[in-house]
């Protein structure tokens, strides 16, 4: 079979060509069995790049030489060649998307099974034998009872009471690990080395730690970075490391301020409310999964997975948890509560002028039409309309 003639589909009648040849080929793989290995196929799906959770509509393309890579609509190759023996596909499960995730991050998800078997049969027997058992009826309805079973467990729990109780029973390593990804993740994509001075983070550092060095058995640790993408800002991981951006360092003017925010990350950090936003997050595209049998919000949820803790912000109520937390340690340690109040004022500024200048580096940012990572940071603090709310409570606290 040729390859197309171009990769764009201007026209009805190419679509509909091009619809022809990739029946065409997929019958001729069926009946070739061994001659496909030299074939060029395709298959149609979607393309996630690992940095947003942006879908666009793409195709794999299998090179006949065991290698494949991933073209947009328009023809543009979204991956480099790799090849089919080592790649990492998820083993079919019913009519559930298939998932190949390329080294580079990427993942390309497809539901043209017959054109995806085609291609991976003749290099990846094992992936014949797990389709197959899979596809057994018995398995299936063992699937089918564990879904309900999990689905009825999920209603009589809650999601949010299921999260906390697991968020509070899960061992102190676990939690670790997962802080420990999650740091990594974030400084891969979002954090630099702080620009702040060696000594002067150590001091930070031995002044907040001397403030509350634990809380309810987690150790607390506190980091630095250099965040221009994120801005002013402060934030607890799960295993109750706090990390301070510089541009939050450089909006304090004494350590009190810096007190302030860090009562308040250690009030997130105590209530384990990193653990239960990323479970509950989890939980629910799970369930969503399970009732609409579309596992595209999974995938979507594992290509967020590195700003689904902050960028999504906590509930009302986690926040208010935190605020209470702060205020209690403030006052009980006779610093005024005045630090936090103008801490959040001066971050909200700090976010609302990022927005009314456009984004240096919009050029580079991706075509979204819900705007760069970068603008879904920033409205984040500026328009909560709670905002306000929480400004007042420490103003009028004494
Ligand atoms: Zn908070």
């Known amino acids: 079979m040729m390859h197309p003639p171009r990769l764009s589909l201007p026209s009805p009648f190419n679509k ?5 040849q990739h029946r065409l080929l997929k019958q001729t793989a069926r009946l070739n069995n061994e001659n496909q290995r030299f074939k060029i196929m395709h298959a149609s799906g979607f393309y996630f790049d690992g940095k947003s959770s942006k879908k666009q509509s793409a195709r794999l393309v299998f090179t006949g030489t065991a290698h494949w890579f991933v073209v947009s609509d328009e023809g543009d190759s979204l991956t480099t060649p790799e090849s089919i023996a080592e790649a990492r596909v998820s083993s079919r499960l019913g009519n559930t998307p298939t998932l190949i995730r390329f080294s580079q991050g990427g993942i390309f998800e497809s539901v043209d099974h017959e054109a995806l078997d085609a291609m991976l049969l003749p290099h990846r027997p094992r992936v014949n034998w797990a389709h197959r058992l899979e596809s057994r009826l018995r398995y299936v309805v063992a699937g089918l009872l564990v879904t309900a079973a999990v689905v009825f467990c999920l209603i009589y729990y809650g999601i949010p009471a299921g999260a906390k109780a697991v968020a509070f029973a899960l061992p102190e390593e676990t939690t670790r690990v997962i802080g420990r990804g999650t740091l990594q993740l974030l400084d891969k994509e979002f954090l630099s080395q702080s620009k702040i001075d060696e000594q002067e983070q150590q001091r930070l ?4 730690l001397a403030f ?6 987690i150790p607390v640790s506190v980091e630095f970075r250099n965040a221009p993408m994120i801005g002013a800002n402060a934030f607890a991981l799960p295993s109750g490391t706090i990390v301070f951006t510089d541009q939050l360092i450089f909006l304090a003017e004494n350590d009190e301020d810096l007190l302030a925010i860090y009562g308040h990350e250690v009030g997130h950090v105590s209530h384990r409310h990193a653990m239960r936003q990323l479970l509950q997050a989890s939980t629910l595209a799970i369930a969503v999964a399970l009732f609409t049998g579309d596992l595209t919000s999974t995938s979507s949820l594992i290509a967020a997975a590195p700003v689904l803790l902050i960028q999504s912000g906590y509930s009302r109520e986690f926040e208010r948890e935190a605020d209470l937390f702060a205020l209690h340690t403030l006052q009980s340690n006779h610093i005024s509560p005045k630090h936090f109040s103008t801490m959040l004022r001066k971050i909200s500024a700090s976010h609302q002028e990022e927005n009314d200048k456009p984004a240096p580096d919009a050029k580079n ?5 819900e705007g760069s990572d970068k603008v879904r940071w920033q409205t984040y603090l500026s328009t909560h309309p709670d905002t306000e709310e929480r400004i007042k409570m420490f103003d009028e606290a004494r």
């Not at 550092?205 to 907040?208: D, G």
């Not at 509350?212 to 058995?217: G, H, L, Q």
């Open 16 to 20: 509909g060509v091009l619809i022809l």
């Open 205 to 208: 550092r031995q002044r907040l």
């Open 212 to 217: 509350i060095p634990a809380i309810n058995n």
């Open 365 to 369: 940012a991706p075509e979204d039409h």
